[in-house]
């Protein structure tokens, strides 16, 4: 069904009667009295139907939706052997000393082990907390292999796909064509701003890896010195532990499930002006999904509604996200179409005799996606090409990608502030907060290990703007019409076609093995040989190609819109970082305005100013 939607939409975006209509409202006189919003929307339409081939050749529109529908059908089956993956290793209890909690790992009867299914609830404590280095690397090299046989050809055929459509359509290559709507327009700018952000970290890569190496070799010292990639994560968590004090195994008995969900509910609400209200009467696809509503706190109007399905089973989408499921808009007739979502997680669950504890890690994560839940829910859109959505979706519309992230970043922010950290902790015991000694600690650990962590992101960021770029390109001309003036004329076009090699440092690779070079030349750290992790990445697969640095580019602004409320509780009596005035004016100029303004005219209206990178770097230098 959704390749149909997608194909769909892919054909009505390129039709010609549409287009023309289009271009003579931009050149007629009437457009400069249209309103804002109005004028805005029939430009996104125009652009969209020039980048989905509006202005080539008949024979080019059939090749391009063509090209287009085989794209949709390699990703889906993509996520989907992700997704439905059911691998899993075996591990005796003594293989997996250091977890505290054996249980999440049920037995297998065959052989009396464990079983350790790849999906991150099962994988994250193992790679974070077994003292046996070998158990570790067992599962690092399954993780880093997983799908590896079925979905490496489906990513080097994407990748071919997508290159040669961005031809048809007068660019060059697929990053070229991904980035010229955002914010930051073009691959220079984007790999500008990357290795800005890489020279930022690097004093601090530096020096956390020697500590690590330190670390092992006082821990280890039969091990080598030398770091592995299933080393990262243990002696990370391990030096947190040493020298902040921050025990994550511990740090999770404050954070069950049922009393964080409420709270930050409870603190969205606050903040936003709203109020949640459970439906206990709508169908649910499944006994975990619990269904809201979501009314204006003060005039108790109903604004949208949202799902909650928090935990992993069997088939499901195994990563977080949310998931718009209706867009905002209003008919014909007036009416408006409310807003709704599903927030997919993937968090710890109950079993049997324990309720689910959540890693901090998770409690922060559930924060950040309900973030774009409100932003989806709040948006008050009059077209639905205006409301919340992301290019996961088979349907068009939503805000520059690379402004995707602001709002959720700038609210998970709060999570790390003292008088949240004391409402979302409830001891599974007693129901005590965390001690003020482990809040200090935890937001001393905020960024260490940051310079290991960020640019190991930053180097899956540079790795997707260049397998997108084709730079090893050979050329094959063909004739399309000229974008530039807007299909005007009929000129020469060159189109590239990818050789299959890509090269980085004078060393040709495929795609596969460029990962892994990628990582070594900006980490430090060797991948696990011959493997490619790239083949169970969904984000490149469902909407993120040529868009993965966007999350890094979001926190610079979401910084910035934050700076405000630290400047608020740094001068206000209440000393509170939940300032309702604020919140109130982010959720009108952001929240509520959805994709009706351009991302960079909606930071402003917020900061009454242009925005500025000064905090987030600030931050880095933590």
Known sequence: MKDEVATM???????????NVLSTHKRSTSVAESPEDEKFYKDIMFIMQIRNGGGTTQDQRVMLRKKRQQIEELCTAFCSSINENDQYLLFTDDELKGIDDL?????????????????APSTLPI??????????????????????????????????????????????????????????SNEVNANTFLAECLEAY????????????????????????????????????????????IDEAELRQFFPLKHVKLTILAIYEELLALKFVRETDIPVWHEDVECYSVLDSSTLEVQGHFYLDLFPREGKYSH????????????????????ACVNLGNLTPAREGSPSLLLFREVETFFHEFGHVCHCVLTNSKHSLHSWAWSAVPWPGGVEQDFLEVPSMMLENFVWQPEVLKRLSSHINDGSSLPDETIHALNESRTLMTGCTKTKYLAMAIYDISVH????????????????????????????????????????????????????????????????????????????????????????????????????????????????????????????????????????DFLNRMPSKDSFFDRVKK
């Open 103 to 119: 249980g999440m790992f049920p037995l297998d009867e065959g052989c009396n082990k464990r079983k350790v299914s790849l999906k």
């Open 469 to 604: 770029s084709s730079h090893m390109a050979r050329s094959v001309v063909y004739h399309c019409r000229d974008l530039v003036i807007f299909y005007c004329s009929t000129v020469p076009l060159t189109i590239f076609t990818l050789s299959g090699s890509y090269n980085l440092d004078g060393e040709n690779h495929d795609a596969a093995s460029l990962f892994n070079a990628m990582m070594k030349k900006y980490t430090g750290i060797e991948q696990i040989s011959d493997s490619f992790a790239g083949a169970s990445w969904l984000h490149l697969m469902q909407g993120y190609d040529a868009g993965y640095y966007g999350y890094i580019y979001s926190e610079c602004f979401a910084a910035d819109i934050y700076s405000k409320f630290e400047s608020h509780k740094s001068e206000a009596s209440d000393d509170t970082i939940i300032c309702c005035e604020l919140g109130r004016k982010y959720r009108d100029s952001i929240l509520a305005r959805g994709a009706t303004k351009a991302g960079l005219d909606m930071l402003k």
């Open 202 to 245: 690097r004093p601090k890569l530096e020096r956390e890896m020697k500590q690590l190496k330190d670390l092992k070799k006082e821990m280890s010292p039969d091990e080598g010195e030398g770091l592995y990639a299933w080393d990262m994560a243990y002696y990370m968590r391990e030096y947190k532990s040493r020298f902040v004090g």
């Open 9 to 19: 939409f892919s054909t009505a975006f390129t039709d010609v009667e549409l287009l």
């Open 127 to 184: 790679l974070k907390f077994a003292h046996n280095a070998e158990t570790r690397r067992r599962v690092l090299d399954a993780v880093s292999r997983k799908c590896q046989e079925v979905n490496t050809s489906r990513f080097e055929q994407v990748l071919q796909l997508r290159h040669e459509a961005a031809n048809i359509v007068g660019y060059p290559n697929h990053a070229a064509y991904e980035l010229a709507p955002k914010m930051i």
């Open 320 to 339: 977080q996200c949310v998931y718009p499921l209706r867009p905002s808009y209003v008919k014909d007739n007036g009416t408006r179409v409310l807003p």
